[in-house]
């Protein structure tokens, strides 16, 4: 879909493999012990997982760079050096690789559980006592471990809203984007303030959930009135629609049936997408008598009230949309 693309830069390392060791044997007695370098161990190597709870690529944006552990070093007693921890990108199903510098497609990664390596760690080197030879049995040479490998990586995905947020204008849309996710736009005390799609991330313990933000709908939307209804199709694919509803005005439950009407112009099936009605800025008068009356005009569906700015009702708002949305996680 004509989505919203999440793109960062970021960079990778493998891990360089370990040097091995130049050792000689000390024993008691033995006066001139042969040679008992060890291995270094190999370099971790980078691994792309892909993980369905995540929805964005914000995680890869606090990090920016992912460093696999080098290979320890061989000792004496023909000791292995430590292999290098790898070190593991988690990304959404959808994100694609490319090389930032050539713009070469690396890998397209979708399914969920998926693991690709993106870069191998370098290989250990020998010790010593591998170079013992009838000439030389006492070799003061061990071999050097292979460098890593770094990589600068663009890593593209497209969003797909998982819950939309659909009402009037000033209902309190972007309000509640700003107080459950990370986004923060623009708020305002008139209509049509927002005027184009936004995203937020809401985060929950390793679950993910993205909220679109779009522009309010008002009666006559669908034949062209206020900004229309094009916005929509960017919550398409939501699991969930949230009908807001604002608790301070009179006729909540007249807003609902217009919100599904022009819904159901622009599609019936988003029309009949599960959703959770929200009444809003439950802190004005007469908004919890209105709420009652919401509650009971729709039996059937799950009514929740909030106030974003008294901060009531959000917990309880976020763990329905978590729920709700879990299904495809
Ligand atoms: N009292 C009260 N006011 C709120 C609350 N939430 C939002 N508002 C106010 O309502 C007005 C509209 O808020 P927005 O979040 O911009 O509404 P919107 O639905 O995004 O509006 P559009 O983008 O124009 O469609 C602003 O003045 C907000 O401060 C609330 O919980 N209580
Ligand atoms: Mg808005």
């Given at each position: 879909m004509d989505g919203f693309v999440d793109e960062t830069t970021i960079v990778v390392a493998s891990g360089s493999g370990g040097d091995g060791a130049v050792s000689f044997r000390r024993e008691k007695y033995v006066p001139r012990g042969g040679p008992d370098g060890g291995d270094g161990g190999r370099g971790g190597d980078v691994v792309f997982s892909v993980r369905a709870n995540l929805r964005t690529l914000a995680y890869l944006k606090l990090r920016h760079r992912f460093l696999a552990e080098d290979g320890g070093g061989g000792s004496g007693q023909r000791k292995h050096g430590r292999d290098g921890r790898d070190v593991e990108v988690a990304v959404p199903p959808g994100t694609v690789l490319h090389d930032a510098s050539t713009g070469g497609l690396i890998a397209d990664l979708s399914r969920d559980g998926e693991r690709f390596v993106c870069l191998r760690g370098g290989r250990g080197g020998k010790g010593n006592?591998?170079?013992?030879?009838p000439v030389n049995q006492a070799p003061r040479f061990a071999q050097k471990g292979v460098p890593g490998e770094t990589r600068e990586l663009r890593v593209e995905m497209q969003v797909i809203a998982d819950a939309g947020l659909v009402g009037k204008p000033n209902a309190g849309k972007s309000t509640l984007l700003s107080v459950l996710t990370n986004a923060r736009p623009k708020v305002a005390d008139y209509p049509f303030t927002t005027r184009s799609p936004h995203l937020g991330l809401l985060r929950r313990g390793d679950r993910d959930v993205v909220l679109a933000d779009i522009p309010g709908i008002i009666e006559g939307a669908a034949s062209g009135r206020g900004l229309g209804l094009r916005f929509l199709r960017h919550v398409e694919r939501c699991t969930v629609l949230l009908y807001l509803v604002d608790l301070g005005d009179e006729g909540a439950a007249d807003t609902v049936r217009v919100l599904e009407t022009e819904l159901a112009a622009f599609s019936a099936e988003l029309a009949a997408r599960p959703r959770l009605i929200v009444g809003t800025k439950l802190d004005r008068e007469g908004a919890p008598a209105r709420l009652a009356g919401l509650i009971e005009a729709f039996s059937g569906d799950r009514v929740l009230g909030i106030s974003a700015i008294a901060h009531e009702g959000l917990d309880e708002l976020a763990r329905a949309v978590i729920a709700i949305t879990g299904g495809q996680a």
């Open positions: 006592w591998h170079f013992r030879t």
